[in-house]
């Protein structure tokens, strides 16, 4: 298989021999990780390691899914410690931020904002935010998902399966688990990717064909069970004709052979209120054991492949879902070096968060390197503005507004009685409800709906439009945010005395940066201009910040 040839090096051995070079003074990871990007670029210019606001911004951005607060930027900026910026990275991954925030990153990534199966969006957040407060193995977490035993902590986990349609469960696992869009394989040998074969399709297929729902007649809560499997899958393909047959088979693995059972020894515990009997056989767990092994390095890849992305903005491969030998990654012994050591790692998130965030290659700036007008977004000469997701874009304005507590009250309240009134979203964006959303959950639905993409489409690349540009400038919803209210950012500046020290608290509050001088004498001009509508006045300004491509980026 060409595929393989991607990672032929890959072996036991060699992970072997990189824990080996580890114990004998090998340089971090994230110092391996500058010298092949600069290694595979040659000689070409880097720009040099951002300015401290600038980093601050985007490491909090990236962890905690907010801008930093004033407060902490005037503290990071006057700390004179050599390692602040690793201080910085631990007490954010520790934070309980980073785990509300890498839950919606997960969502987003995992669910592409789709509402599916009976586990409840609380519940799916509270094992993904239960597990990423303490030192997160991914492995684990992806087998809990595809495993979906419905029982205890780890019952959450199964709406990654959502109502256990087999081509869709077939078709995700691939795409976000093994960075293989086998849509097309369903029907034949995909036409373009030599290596992807209509057989790696229905191997897949395979393990989770028994799987289907059952509801539990006492408890009334839904289960995902597995039915007796006891023969292979068969399919054909509608270009040559004739059958032919798999059993469960990661793609370029080996077949799992079928067990046959003596009659009546086929089940390890009968059919009880409404589920049925447990087959002896379970392929859908033998899936979350044989796709999460260490040995498995598709799995492997791809999962460094996208934590790269969600930190850079670019996977080395890109499409994320497209690893195939027709689009090679950009930096391939990057790409193996990384998987290796995640897996040596035991699959440790955090800390293969915390080694890309420590490097040279995370830390660039974002402008280009003097004498330089265009760069290959491949080559991380430079690092690459992403545009902030919805969730990130809410909590940045609430922020920088000085509204973080918005509908706290009315979302207590909700919670409390079920049978509030259901605010009329569509009725929001058509004009017909003038309401402002009541909560910060209806302040997120409507982020996600004009950030966002549809449900079922995943958000990798950035997708400007009209609606949203148009949204931030006269949404109802920010305008409200920018009117004078105790403690919030126009109260603060009407309050604050001297030109100066409002551009200084304004810059701070919106960019997470001091004003240039050029900036704080247009802030001085504007305010001369109009001075009996100061609170107006002091709104426009922080309105044209929040519409700033500056602050719609993290860069």
């Not at 971090?28 to 670029?41: G, S, Y």
């Not at 497209?322 to 950009?330: A, F, G, L, T, V």
């Not at 009250?409 to 009134?421: C, D, G, H, L, S």
């Not at 569509?426 to 309401?435: L, R």
């Amino acid at each position: 298989m060409v595929l393989r040839s991607l990672f032929a090096n890959v072996t036991p051995l060699t992970m072997g021999l990189a824990f080996t070079l580890r114990l004998f003074g090998a340089p971090a990871l994230h110092e391996q990780i500058d010298d092949l990007v600069r290694a595979k670029a040659g000689d070409v210019p880097f720009a040099g390691a951002t300015d401290d606001a600038s980093f601050l911004r985007r490491v909090t951005l990236d962890l905690t899914g907010n801008i930093p607060a004033p407060s902490d930027v005037n503290a990071f900026l006057e700390a004179p410690s050599a390692d602040k910026r690793t201080a910085h990275i631990d007490k954010l991954l520790s934070s309980n931020a980073f785990a509300v925030h890498w839950a919606d990153r997960l969502t987003v990534m995992l669910l592409e904002r789709q509402d599916q199966g009976t586990v409840t969006n609380e519940q799916w957040r509270h094992f993904l935010e239960s597990s990423l407060q303490k030192k997160p193995a991914w492995d684990v977490m992806v087998r809990h998902m595809i495993e979906a035993k419905g029982h205890g902590s780890e019952r959450p986990a199964m709406k990654f399966l959502g109502t256990a349609n087999h081509h869709t469960m077939t078709e995700n696992i691939a795409r976000l688990f093994l960075g293989m869009d086998l849509t097309c394989a369903r029907c034949h040998d995909h036409p373009s990717v030599e290596a992807w074969k209509q057989s790696d399709y229905w191997g897949l297929f395979a393990y989770l064909n028994p799987t289907r729902q059952a509801t539990h007649k006492t408890e009334n809560q839904v289960y995902l069970v597995e039915d007796l499997a006891t023969t292979k899958i068969e399919f054909e393909s509608v270009f040559n004709p004739g059958k032919k047959t798999t059993g469960p088979r990661l793609p370029h693995g080996k077949e799992v052979e079928i067990p046959t059972f003596e009659e009546g020894d086929q089940y390890e515990k009968p059919a009880e209120e409404g589920l049925p009997a447990v087959p002896r056989f379970h392929p859908r767990e033998l899936l979350a054991r044989d796709l999460t092994a260490a040995d498995n390095f598709l799995f492997a890849r791809n999962s460094v492949n996208r934590m790269w992305f969600l930190l850079m903005g670019q996977g080395l491969f890109h499409p994320l879902d497209e690893m195939h030998d027709h689009n090679p990654p950009s930096h391939p012994q990057l790409l193996d070096l990384l998987g290796h050591e995640f897996v040596a790692h035991a699959f440790d998130l955090k800390w293969l968060l915390r080694e890309i965030l420590l490097s040279e290659t995370y830390q660039r700036d974002s402008r280009l390197p003097e004498g330089i007008s265009q760069v290959d977004p491949t080559g991380y000469q430079v690092s690459s503005p992403k545009p902030l997701t919805p969730e990130q874009l809410l909590r940045a304005v609430l922020r920088a507004t000085g509204n973080p507590q918005y509908g706290a009250a009315r979302q207590t309240e909700q919670k409390a009685n079920p049978e509030t009134k259901k605010f009329d979203r569509k009725g929001y964006f058509t004009g017909s409800n003038t309401e402002l959303p009541p909560s910060l959950e209806e302040a997120e639905a409507i982020f996600a709906l004009t950030f966002g993409q549809s449900p079922g489409k995943a958000e990798v690349d950035f997708t400007p439009g009209l609606n949203k540009a148009l949204f931030l400038m006269n949404d109802r919803m920010v305008h409200h945010w920018l009117q004078p209210r105790e403690g919030n950012l126009i109260d603060r500046l009407q309050n604050t005395t001297g030109t100066n020290e409002v551009a200084r608290q304004l810059y701070l509050s919106v960019l997470s940066r001091l004003p240039e001088e050029e900036e704080q004498l247009a802030v001085e001009d504007y305010l001369q201009q109009i001075p009996s509508r100061r609170p107006a006045a002091l709104a426009d300004l922080a309105w044209a910040l929040l519409n700033s491509a500056e602050f719609r980026f993290n860069h």
